[in-house]
């Protein structure tokens, strides 16, 4: 959604959708607006907790039945076990999506990886499609002035018309773009604790053939999944960047990371905003 700086000053009932890298600080600024007015929309919880509840609780029992104990357990309904995700504890997700590589080293097969990935895309995308609807809830049920969306790392990987289309109608787009610096912490961050990510298809395919020849292996069961994961995430910050600034370009606004480091109340959220509206004219 497009609007001049004093539209969006007058905007009754603001609804604004935050585009970035994980760990650039989206959640941390969507914070610093009041949560007794903003509505926030998590897109990673919303995933984890409709679209992949139960094929995160699958992979989940089906660990857990191969422990004799608990097998028993199960079987017979003493026990059952439960998904607690919250916005901010997603490694249920994490656990879920896994690494590519080595079964021996706890990867997973490239089938069932890919499979995985494609089930995390459709959630993905089905969330984002949901903002239109909750926006109606977050007002018309619970009373919210306002409604931020906070969206998934790999949010600009979907390539959906459709939930492109519900993002830009309904809501502001802003991309909070890292700086070289940041990017390079990011990057260390993730290669000291790799952690499981959704990757492009194609993406994926062309960096493990690379990596397969790089390293003198015949197949991804082969691959150490920590060190292919270390190995990869700088490719991905490289790839994904121009995918956030197009949607940023063709939808919304940019501000950089260190101006959304720098807001610390409501006031200066939305100063921010309208200074990245008043730049794009």
Excluded at 175 to 204: T, V
Aim: proline content about 4%.
């Amino acid at each position: 959604m497009h609007m001049n700086a004093d539209q969006f000053r007058d905007w009754e009932n603001k609804a604004i959708t935050i585009l970035g890298m994980s760990g650039v600080g989206k959640t941390t600024l969507a914070n610093h607006v009041p949560h007794t007015s903003w509505f926030h929309y998590s897109g990673d919880y919303r995933i984890g907790t409709r679209y992949l509840d139960e094929p995160i609780m699958d992979n989940i029992k089906q660990q857990a039945m191969q422990v004799g104990f608990l097998r028993d357990l199960l079987r017979s309904d003493s026990i059952y076990i439960a998904n607690n995700i919250t916005v901010h504890n997603l490694e249920p997700i994490s656990s879920f999506l896994g690494q590519l590589g080595s079964p021996e080293l706890g990867g997973l097969e490239m089938d069932e990886f890919l499979r995985r990935q494609q089930l995390h895309r459709e959630a993905e995308n089905r969330a984002m499609v949901d903002v239109a609807s909750f926006m109606e809830k977050a007002r018309g049920i619970y009373g919210y002035q306002h409604f931020l969306n906070d969206t998934g790392g790999s949010v600009c990987e979907l390539n959906s018309p459709e939930a492109e289309k519900v993002l830009a109608d309904h809501t502001l787009v802003l991309y909070i773009r890292a700086d070289e610096d940041m990017e390079q912490k990011l990057i260390e961050r993730a290669q000291s604790d790799p952690k499981p990510l959704y990757y492009n298809e194609d993406f994926l395919r062309k960096k493990v053939a690379q990596y397969l020849a790089a390293e003198r292996l015949s197949d991804s069961s082969q691959m150490d999944p920590k060190a292919f994961a270390k190995w990869i995430f700088p490719e991905l910050v490289r790839h994904r960047r121009p995918l956030y600034q197009s949607l940023a370009d063709r939808y919304g606004y940019t501000v950089s990371a260190k101006e959304a480091e720098q807001v610390g109340s409501e006031a200066d959220f939305l100063t921010m905003v309208e200074e990245a509206i008043r730049r794009s004219g």
